[in-house]
């Protein structure tokens, strides 16, 4: 373990040194204020492609490459800023939506259809030893440790005339979107695939699809996590991961399944599942129009272009951004 020796640094030092391995800074006391209220190592994540590459193995050395400066890089931050922006917005929108259809479709199951596991997936509900709760179990207790907590008027009322219960299509709005993943991932097939196919997300039999929609609830999870936790997202590696093999029974996705690398990896694909899933919720959404635009007229201006972000080649010929 090597023992962490560098000092602490002021921010006008911390221009110093950014100055001294070679990065451009014209206006130094507006650097300084940035790296104040941004923070040094949060703007470390979008200097770092500027830096120069080590010579025959992975990664940069200290120095930045020649005509690298501040401005960009701030730039560089700020386009990457708004885009979590835009794609939250869009998250929010499916997230809205996809609690209205898993609450309808359990609902249909009975009022309180959650609090019985015959009606979920038995993988779901099944416990896995003696000694271990069921998935379903850990989901259970964390939703009603959030209606406890919950002020929510709504909530109060259900407590106060109904003993506290709540019906799952009332359940689904205190969720957040990790737990209603879950749920949805808990449904029996059937459910599941409904859900889907009120989406057009198909297999090859033209049947709903529910393995492709809990894929990508778990990538959109995690894409949420990020952007609400302000971290990097425009050459991010995902930790999670849009599956190509579900999307080549979809016309309008059938391009990425044939996709590797990048385009999954980072987060051209899931906007294009973004989109997508925007256009069934609210047919004639635009929503790709604006993060087209940023990307094609603020990257070049960052010295960056669209394949960090995982944009194949030939992407402005495939949906959503074809004209």
């Not at 023992?3 to 130094?28: A, C, M, N, W």
């Not at 709760?133 to 106060?160: C, M, N, P």
């Not at 952007?227 to 997202?233: D, F, I, K, V």
Request: net charge positive; charged share 20%; with cysteine.
């Amino acid at each position: 373990m090597t023992l962490y020796t560098k000092p602490h640094l002021s921010f006008s030092e911390q221009v110093d040194l950014l100055t001294q391995r070679g990065l451009s800074i014209g206006d130094r006391a507006g650097a300084a204020h940035l790296l104040g209220v941004i923070g040094y190592y949060r703007l470390s994540g979008y200097w770092y492609p500027y830096r120069r590459p080590l010579h025959g193995r992975a990664g940069r050395d200290d120095r930045f490459v020649d005509g690298a400066t501040f401005e960009r890089v701030v730039r560089l931050y700020d386009m990457d800023r708004r885009l979590k922006l835009m794609v939250l917005d869009a998250i929010e929108r499916v997230e809205v939506a996809l609690r209205v259809k898993i609450g309808y479709t359990l609902g249909r199951r009975g009022a309180y259809a959650h609090l019985h596991p015959q009606n979920l997936d038995g993988q779901f509900t099944r416990s896995h030893g003696s000694q271990q709760r069921s998935t379903y179990d850990g989901w259970l207790q964390k939703i009603l440790t959030a209606q406890a907590r919950s002020s929510e008027d709504f909530v109060v009322h259900f407590q106060d005339k109904y003993g506290g219960r709540l019906p799952v299509w009332v359940l689904t709005e205190i969720m957040d979107f990790g737990s209603m993943t879950y749920l949805y991932q808990g449904l029996k097939s059937a459910d599941r695939n409904e859900i889907a196919r009120t989406l057009d997300i198909l297999d090859a039999r033209g049947t709903g699809n529910g393995g492709a929609l809990s894929n990508w609830m778990r990538v959109l999870n995690y894409v949420r996590n990020v952007c609400a936790h302000h971290s990097r997202l425009w050459n991010r590696n995902l930790v999670n991961q849009i599956a190509p093999r579900h999307l080549a029974t979809i016309p309008s996705l059938a391009y990425l399944s044939q996709q590797r690398g990048d385009a999954h990896f980072r987060i051209y694909s899931t906007l294009c599942i973004l989109a997508f899933l925007l256009s069934r919720i609210e047919p004639g959404s635009e929503w790709s129009v604006p993060v087209q635009r940023m990307l094609t007229e603020e990257l070049p201006g960052c010295g960056r272009g669209l394949q960090e972000l995982g944009f194949p080649a030939d992407w402005a010929g495939h949906a959503p951004w074809v004209k």
